[in-house]
């Protein structure tokens, strides 16, 4: 039997298995405590609050609950087909964020392994983005509310807009790598350009809080160094197809926006192009 009080041995031996206490430095040299995981549900809640302030101001924006609810989840779709298109070509696992007031994120683990998948990604999320229209002229085709079939003409005029090259629009990214093949300056002279133009068109046409989000990206762009910094840059052959790809999933924006115009005006080609203008903020 071994002599052993609660407190060690009574003889004053201290055991092998005595786990010695050892105060921590303090002062700047200090290791750091281990940093907690954080909990899922906080951005969970961040997400949700995020979703209902863009619905209001989207509801804001257009006087109807029925678009800012299409609207919201035609961003979701957009930022899912970026989601998609991260994860499987090796950038995941990627998350959504909402921005409140400006739109939505996706955010990928990693960064593209070349500038050809950076392309990829970035097409990906208007050209998934429209199939956010299909349900939305099924209501309109139950329904006959107009509401929704112009709802999905907003859906398909946004996803064509994001592939305006300026930054930090999606099309900056697909459209940048193959004005860079050529040379970087062009790259970073026709993407400032194109900012300018849009942020004049915002501030002329009342769009306010896109011609701010857009002139700070602007001027981000100015100051900026390399504007990637990730993999190898794209070869003539992927730079073409970039180019296909970018027009390709342009037309197919612009022809499902003419199609939803034709829901509306039944037809009506002149008031077709008016829409367009009145939409654009210009006459024609």
């Not at 407190?7 to 907690?36: F, H, I, L, M, T």
């Not at 909402?98 to 998948?117: D, N, Q």
């Not at 002279?189 to 942020?199: D, K």
């Not at 762009?221 to 993999?231: A, N, Q």
């Amino acid at each position: 039997m071994t002599d052993q009080g609660p407190w060690g041995r009574r003889d004053g031996v201290e055991p092998d298995n005595v786990v010695r206490y050892e105060p921590r430095p303090e002062g700047k040299g200090a290791p750091k405590p281990p940093s907690q995981p954080k909990k899922a549900g906080n951005g969970r809640v961040t997400l949700i609050v995020s979703t209902l302030l863009m619905i209001g101001f989207l509801w804001f924006l257009t006087g109807s609950w029925i678009i800012a609810g299409s609207l919201m989840f035609a961003l979701f779709v957009h930022e899912y087909g970026h989601v998609l298109a991260m994860n499987r070509l090796g950038m995941g696992p990627a998350t959504i964020h909402v921005i409140p007031f400006l739109g939505g994120l996706a955010k990928g683990k990693r960064e593209p392994a070349s500038e050809w998948i950076g392309v990829l990604v970035s097409l990906a999320g208007p050209a998934f983005g429209l199939l956010a229209m299909l349900p939305l002229v099924g209501v309109w085709l139950v329904t006959g509310n107009v509401q929704w079939i112009a709802a999905a003409f907003f859906v398909a005029m946004l996803n064509l807009i994001n592939l305006v090259p300026a930054p930090p629009l999606d099309g900056s990214k697909a459209l940048g790598p193959v004005l860079a093949r050529v040379h970087p300056m062009l790259e970073r002279g026709v993407l400032l350009a194109i900012g300018v133009v849009v942020v004049a068109w915002g501030v002329m046409t009342g769009r306010w809080i896109l011609a701010v989000f857009l002139g700070l990206a602007v001027l981000g762009h100015l100051r900026s160094g390399p504007l990637r910094g990730y993999g190898q840059p794209l070869s003539w052959g992927e730079a073409g197809k970039s180019l296909g790809l970018t027009l390709l999933t342009a037309a197919a924006c612009g022809g499902a926006a003419v199609a939803a115009l034709f829901g509306i005006t039944g037809g009506d080609v002149p008031g077709a192009v008016d829409l367009v203008g009145r939409y654009l903020g210009v006459r024609f």
